[in-house]
């Protein structure tokens, strides 16, 4: 069965910069598109970043474009979540998952069938 590991929360200033990895394991990383997803108290959990099996094509979503960079080593079954100007706003328990269901949708988290545990991320200002 696959399993994702976050790791790389913490604690950073507004402004700041860091970088989460999700290690992935139980299967081959190419063979699904990987997401990030972010949950904050009391909202909905919300799409961040994906990027697609080949690492061909990445989808952002418009809070964090020009911020965040996803990307992912499949020699080190890991992807990355790469996120500078940091704000308080991005504070969540952030998520990555698997897409384990073929649509041309990457946002909708009900196409994504794996999910690690979330790592905090608190930006103070």
């Known amino acids: 069965q696959a399993q994702l590991v976050e790791s790389g929360g913490g604690l950073v200033q507004s402004g700041g910069s860091m970088k989460l990895s999700c290690a992935v394991s139980?299967?081959?990383?190419?063979?699904?598109?990987i997401g990030w997803f972010r949950q904050a108290p009391g909202k909905e959990r919300e799409f961040v970043a994906a990027?697609?099996?080949?690492?061909?094509?990445?989808y952002y979503a418009d809070s964090v474009k020009g911020r965040f960079t996803i990307s992912r080593d499949n020699a080190k079954n890991t992807v990355y979540l790469q996120m500078n100007s940091l704000k308080p706003e991005d504070t969540a328990v952030y998520y990555c998952?698997?897409?384990?269901?073929?649509?041309?949708?990457?946002?909708?988290?009900?196409?994504?069938?794996?999910w690690g545990q979330g790592t905090q991320v608190t930006v103070s200002s």
């Open positions: 990027i697609r099996r080949g690492g061909t094509s990445t």
């Open positions: 998952a698997a897409k384990t269901v073929f649509s041309s949708d990457y946002v909708d988290l009900a196409f994504y069938g794996y």
């Open positions: 139980g299967y081959n990383l190419d063979y699904y598109a």
